[in-house]
């Protein structure tokens, strides 16, 4: 298959072209991922909305504090990404949860039908709410977060899975809408053992 | 009525113990609307997701290229967090559509039903494709750009409406989610004449 | 903001032409609040439809008897026309919840969640049996009427609010299909303080 | 079967202690169909109520103006009714459209699906606009007016369709709210040959 | 009214051109039921998979073991077909729905609610679980399986209503994809009292 | 990972104490695979159902008339089963896909949102058709033939499409009521390039 194919339905800058801080930041992503991930060159052609999309990332993804693993917050995004239908982000995020969680199936699993992905109860439950609050946050109430904390999560923890939700909803609407297209290279990742 | 009532489910910061950028931030707002709006307080909680929240919101909302007017903005996230039921955002921003429409009708029209509005067609079909992304993004496709373009928009005012839906459906569900009640003062706002 | 916009698709008549009992129950509403809602001008276009459509109105929300108070009432009438989409009566009825009830947040809250709105958990109840009759009356069984009668609703009050839920779905498919315009003077009714 | 089912959630009055003119109005339903429909009985339990839904039924199901027929007007009762789930009127109005039609296969393939029913294509489009009433009447708009005009119907008529679809929604939600259960003479009405 | 309807969009073979097993199961059901059903006619036009789905359908629909009856069978056939609005199957399944439970009202009850409908508390169980595999079966879970458990139904039970439900499922679709049409006969049938 | 996972909610057999003619299909299956699949174990428990499930798979997925190649044919299984929430259809129709197109990515693609999938025109019509016949194939009429006959598809092609789709709506309900686990083989199967 070919590269050929347009990652966007809008300009995509040419790095060298971008601001010296965006242009860093995607040079690093390249640097550790060996490649640069479509969300990273799509996005750029706003790099203000850029700056404040990675801000907003990386403080819902790389906190070091709270009960939830790096795995747990992946699971999220591919779960409610799954039921808002954006491609690039079950694509991604899926083989990022296939990596952080060492389990090549559970991807494809939170993707068609958490309820039966290979998953703690505790971790069904964080899913159960993500999924309310990505789908009809109108109506969680306190039952939703006491149903969360018999699970061991703390309110902390109940932000967390609510924001990744939220962020994820809105990066579900831009891919959607500006036609993102996931790179070749996620497709496999984390499916094969590690040599 | 009183104010007594919480404003959220997590603890709400005191404007004094917040790091210096986010108190000027907070401190300028208050010196302009004359009070604190509820979205800062509550969501000061983290300050971190605060910066990142605030700079995607006015690298949306007061950019000053493309042909969205400031009404325009406000019209989109008053209608699509309607469609979210998003107490919080469709009370503060139907004010903020109220004034700067200079129109006391049009927020409660938006907020119920955008068809029946008193808006130009090229408002409606704004808003046409500005509920779809925030329900059915998934959907998105050519068509969407040409009825679009053919009511003048280009395409990075597209990107706009697309980008302003997706960023009020996270702050609706953070809101949704954390309870955040909006201020008293917003419901009146922009429905008596200027003296 | 003018009058001139039409307030149905369909020929509005003049009073002075109507029948005798016709025009004088408009006169008495205009005398009482000052305007004539223009549900009473569009409907008159069909009198016989207009006697039995207020007839069923008064019969319902000028009894006295049971416990359910005129801001109960206008309250389920706001939050059911909410869901569906109804500007006319989440207007018009909006503005007579926040006079009945003394409170000027109160409808905006309704219409847009009723689960946040400040209200008591009976009134959370009756507004919770009234949506499920409003959007899906076939599933109503015997546990919504014990749930109503935990709150001290006995029977006949359950007939109350299914029967406004129930003539205010056909109102408001009779404003959305015939194209009802709200009075200008109901968007600001109930949200100053009374002198 | 037998008929001590019960036909109601509520009390059911005897006909002898009823008001005179709503038990005059029963004993001649009862003279010409042969038995008491149990709408009149069970709705008979509030007569204000009673006088004012039997006034709306007789202006819009006996008007003897416009272009809708008698078998018209019943086909859309049995369309939207099926929609709201309501077993009274799907059941007693396709008795009586398979009478007015004098087609005793009619009212079951309307209320299964009324795309797949014995109809013109008039009353197709008459059966379309019915639904979207009841299902989803904000949005119509200008094209729903123009596809029905383009079959021969005028405003008039389109107010008629409308007003019958909002009138049995109330219908339909108070039969499902009380429990309503039709007569057993019902089902067999018009389904033989007359002799 | 006519049989010349066609009973499908596609050519219907005439029973002495069709291969010989084919030809006798279609006259072995004719010498039984009077008449051929469409069903039978308009999927001969494929033996191949009129063979599998008549021999999937006898599978479910003739066992002898378990405890559904055979009015319980096509109960489930009725009810979920109902909710896929199958024209077809809703009036041929009614027919044998009132045939074998010797009940002249089931079948159309269950076809608009089979929660208003004169069936046992055990029925209504298994019907709630066949509308939920009908609709929603990605949420089937454990709960289901012990709430049937708790009306006596045994796993085989269980199986029984998934499948039924599940093979009718695959009936309603093709129905509604081809126009297959009912036969006219069915509607009457086991309305009347056996001479 | 380990495959003592239970595969489903009911009994599986073992392949020596089966049928004859079901164990000879199931060991011709494991001969060619390398594995056995799960749906052929978990539905040999119900052997008269086994052998018209395979029949009827067989007639519609090995046939080898019509213009549906094999990829085709996937195509649609992969699409509809991500829409009924079916994990083992998805991920083990999604490798058949994968192989018979020659294409790693496509069957994510297909799964997540058909309409941003690197297919032909042709096969997104195909795809929006069996979409619709698996959600809404009352809705089914001319004007979807008419669409697919645009793109070549002739009359016996529709068929095929829509049996397809019943036949694996069938399929998915099972797998889904009886907990049906996909074999962990599928799920990097036609991911690598052949060697």
């Given at each position: 298959?070919?590269?050929a194919?347009?990652i966007s339905r809008?300009?995509?800058?040419?790095?060298k072209?971008?601001?010296d801080?965006v242009r860093?930041?995607i040079?690093?992503?390249?640097?550790?991922?060996?490649?640069?991930p479509?969300?990273?060159?799509t996005?750029?052609h706003?790099p203000a909305e850029f700056?404040?999309?990675?801000a907003?990332?990386?403080?819902?993804m790389?906190?070091d504090t709270?009960?939830?693993?790096?795995a747990?917050?992946?699971m999220?995004?591919?779960?409610?990404?799954a039921?808002?239908?954006?491609l690039?982000?079950v694509?991604?995020?899926?083989?990022?949860?296939?990596?952080?969680a060492?389990?090549p199936l559970?991807?494809?699993?939170?993707?068609?039908?958490?309820?039966k992905?290979?998953?703690?109860p505790?971790?069904?439950a964080?899913?159960d709410?993500?999924v309310?609050v990505?789908l009809?946050?109108?109506?969680?109430?306190?039952?939703d977060y006491?149903?969360?904390?018999?699970?061991?999560?703390?309110d902390?923890?109940?932000w967390?899975?609510?924001?990744?939700?939220a962020?994820?909803?809105?990066s579900?609407r831009m891919?959607?809408?500006?036609?993102?297209?996931p790179?070749d290279?996620?497709?496999?990742m984390g499916?094969?053992?590690?040599k």
């Amino acid at each position: 298959m070919s590269d050929a194919k347009p990652i966007s339905r809008f300009p995509v800058p040419e790095i060298k072209n971008l601001p010296d801080d965006v242009r860093e930041q995607i040079l690093a992503v390249q640097e550790k991922a060996g490649f640069v991930p479509n969300v990273f060159l799509t996005l750029a052609h706003r790099p203000a909305e850029f700056r404040a999309f990675f801000a907003y990332h990386d403080a819902l993804m790389l906190k070091d504090t709270g009960s939830l693993t790096k795995a747990d917050r992946e699971m999220i995004v591919t779960a409610t990404s799954a039921h808002n239908s954006c491609l690039y982000c079950v694509v991604a995020h899926g083989a990022l949860l296939r990596i952080y969680a060492k389990n090549p199936l559970l991807a494809d699993q939170v993707a068609v039908n958490h309820r039966k992905a290979d998953i703690t109860p505790r971790q069904r439950a964080m899913l159960d709410f993500a999924v309310k609050v990505c789908l009809d946050s109108a109506q969680v109430d306190d039952g939703d977060y006491a149903a969360l904390h018999a699970h061991g999560f703390d309110d902390e923890d109940i932000w967390d899975i609510a924001a990744i939700t939220a962020f994820f909803g809105l990066s579900n609407r831009m891919a959607n809408a500006i036609g993102m297209r996931p790179n070749d290279e996620f497709y496999l990742m984390g499916r094969l053992p590690k040599k």
